[in-house]
């Protein structure tokens, strides 16, 4: 059976690349048609057009990961294939079976980001590249046996995760799915006892860009106070959010579809006055939600 490291971009995905080598490295990539937060770098945002087979203007995460897949590939000496799905844009605005239009952002009910985004792309190269179940390395650290036992619990009997991926087209033209047995995920972090201290030192002096948050910057999980944070580090992309949130509520002329009522809008976020500054080591991921794959 093949290996794949699903990586994110993050220490800990990248600690397994380096020291766990596999089949296949994976990446997807959440992309962006917006113009305000474009990639500042045209030569790379060229690179990774390239790598992907599309258009690549600009990332809802922060830039620095893609210097850090960069940055990875060639440490490890090893190929890393990107992914990337439709955008963010186009999977936040779909047409619904009726012909109307539908405009809503992922939420705490619909957590679409991480299955369209993430989850999707990569079973579905999965099943093109490889077409057979694969042992999937999952960057879950010593601590976090809990998300481990929550991901083995949608696997079957044999520990085999089944998931729906394209397999073929039908006589209409329509896209013809079919379930198959997909990944068996591996925790080699949880069995070798690796906690975030080891990750942490592992990097501290190697030539390797990491992003001082990962995840999207207006990722819903994020705790308020961090989603301040970001709306002041990458105003461009928190604005983003923002307008799909302002576009959600106004096609569905309420907040039923934004998620928890009790949690703040992000342009409540954005206009907070804060009492106090709020610095980079006030956080960490715990404050940022997580979005394993």
Known sequence: ?????????????????????????????????????????????????DRIGKEFIGTLEDDTIIYTMLDLEQYIGTKIDWLSADTFDEICKRTKKDGNP???????????????MKIMPISQWVYDNINAPVKMRIGFRANEQGRAKSMMNRCNEEGFEYVKVIVGKSKNGNNKWETVKYRQPHFPLIEDNIYKDKVELYWKDKDVRFSWMNNCVGCFHANPLLLKKQSEKHPNKFNWFLEQE????????NRRWLGDLKK???EEIKNWKQQYELFDEDFNECDSGNCGI
């Open 246 to 253: 302002k576009k959600s509520a106004e096609h569905y002329k």
């Open 264 to 266: 703040p809008t992000y």
């Open 1 to 49: 059976m093949k290996t794949v490291n699903s990586l994110s971009g993050g220490k800990t995905s990248s600690y397994i690349a380096a020291n766990y080598p596999a089949d296949y490295n994976v990446f997807a990539l959440v992309r962006t048609n917006d113009t305000k937060c474009m990639f500042p770098d045209a030569k790379i945002r060229q690179v990774v057009s």
């Open 102 to 116: 539908s405009i809503y952002i992922p939420n705490a009910s619909m957590r679409f980001c991480t299955i369209d």
